[in-house]
């Protein structure tokens, strides 16, 4: 009873709704369609058999069409599905694939199941430390998931507590980043905007951000900069440092609030600390500018190091460009090819049109035009200034050595492609 009252709470209805014929065939049209919400209530529609015959088969596909679309919940009921080997051959490893890929997306029941299987070291290597952050961040909405973590804590040293608060508060802000890149990528529904307000009302620190960055973007609310303000500082609070990396930037650029260089140094510097590499990048500016502290450019090299390392393209773009001039480190144009390519292979527009001049010079690199105009080519779809220097090269290039160039400039395309696919 408890699963099938928790799939209907999933599917936003309660143990007494039904599903009427009408709506499951405007869901079985929509989803047909492409559209996600639908794909998600079909497959729920055929695997509780309400108003259609139950055929867990069915459900798969719609609750995997919908998965691939971004739906935590349909991620979740894939994991459900691969688990109970409904529908499809029962598969533990896959179904705490998407276990986790929802969890990390947000859905607090697949952060309570996933930490019970870390408890349990049931397809997980047995993992308190895990299993408590998991429990805890799903605890601000799940009573089951509080009582589990509060049971847990029993059997967990204090030094294994502290370790398990901490890295809640790192799936915090790896959940917020998650959510917010598929925000940008696929928009969401008010369902969602609504649910976000609930759960930031109730303190959950990811629903807090996430509601701050709605409000300063006008996503599904009109724009708000003071609500923002708001809400990124009730969660900064509770130590989420993608929050305090927003709240630097609302100081700094006197959003919501009054400009406080001060203000927006103290913010970057708590997130920075935390790992998360946006606000290493931005600490690194302040300490090269003197934004709220005395210059110190051995500082900026430090942390803009700290952010290209963690794969910051801007960082790595930054720290490619500071070892071709010089600046804060000496001269080496290996290495300046090095983070250029890093951060090129993320799609960079600025970082690509530098690997062109390298490889045009021979800086770092042999010289070679045809890679340099491939690169020029990529590059000029996001950076102005590439196409001049692609229309120049060209007049130092043979007829033979233009078609090579175009051929290995979408080749070039492809590779980039690829590696950023990979990487979201």
Same mark, same amino acid.
């Given at each position: ?66 998965? *691939? ?13 691969? #688990?109970?080997?409904? !529908? ?34 049931? !397809? ?12 805890? #961040? ?44 598929? #925000?940008?990528?696929? !928009? ?54 993608? *929050? ?6 609302? &100081? ?90 890093? *951060? ?6 600025? *970082? ?20 340099? &105009? ?27 050595? #233009? ?22």
């Amino acid at each position: 009873m408890r699963f099938l009252t928790l799939i209907l709470s999933l599917l936003c209805i309660n143990a007494s709704a039904k599903f009427t014929p009408e709506e499951v065939n405007d869901w079985k049209l929509k989803a047909e369609q492409g559209d996600t919400y639908s794909q998600y209530m079909l497959g729920g529609a055929n695997y509780l058999g309400d108003s259609i015959s139950k055929n867990y088969v069915e459900a798969v596909k719609w609750f995997r069409r919908a998965a *691939a679309q971004g739906s935590v919940d349909a991620q979740f009921f894939l994991g459900v599905c691969y #688990i109970r080997g409904d !529908g499809v051959a029962e598969d533990l490893v896959e179904g705490l694939k998407w276990y986790r890929k929802s969890a990390d997306n947000g859905c607090e029941e697949a952060q309570s199941a996933l930490a019970s299987h870390y408890e349990r070291g049931e !397809g997980l290597p047995k993992n308190l430390v895990e299993a408590y952050a998991y429990y805890n #961040i799903a605890s601000v909405i799940l009573d089951d998931a509080r009582r589990n973590r509060d049971v847990l804590e029993k059997n967990m040293t204090p030094l294994q507590i502290e370790a398990g608060i901490k890295r809640s508060i790192e799936l915090q802000a790896k959940i917020c980043v998650n959510i917010e890149a598929r #925000i940008n990528k696929n !928009g969401s529904t008010p369902a969602e905007f609504i649910e976000w307000k609930v759960k930031a009302e109730k303190g959950d620190s990811i629903a807090q951000c996430i509601l701050g960055l709605c409000y300063q973007k006008g996503i599904g609310f009109e724009q708000n900069h003071f609500e923002a303000l708001k809400w990124f500082s009730k969660s900064a609070e509770q130590g989420n440092d993608e *929050a305090q990396g927003y709240l630097g930037f609302c &100081y700094a650029n006197g959003v919501g609030v009054s400009k406080n260089k001060n203000e927006a140094f103290n913010c970057f510097l708590k997130s920075a600390k935390q790992g998360n590499d946006r606000a290493q990048f931005n600490l690194a500016v302040c300490y090269e500018t003197g934004t709220g502290i005395e210059k110190n450019l051995s500082e900026s090299i430090k942390w803009i190091r700290k952010s290209a390392e963690q794969g910051n393209p801007e960082a790595q773009f930054a720290l490619g460009f500071r070892y071709t001039i010089g600046k804060g480190v000496s001269i080496d144009y290996k290495e300046a090819v090095k983070w250029y390519r890093k *951060a090129a292979s993320q799609g960079h527009g600025h *970082a690509q049109n530098n690997l062109g001049v390298c490889y045009d010079n021979g800086q770092g690199v042999n010289k070679d035009l045809i890679e340099s &105009y491939a690169y020029f080519d990529v590059a000029s779809s996001t950076y102005d200034d590439s196409l001049e220097y692609r229309n120049q090269l060209q007049t130092k290039m043979s007829s033979t050595q #233009i078609a090579a160039g175009q051929k290995r400039s979408k080749d070039l395309k492809k590779e980039i492609e690829a590696s950023i696919a990979e990487n979201e």
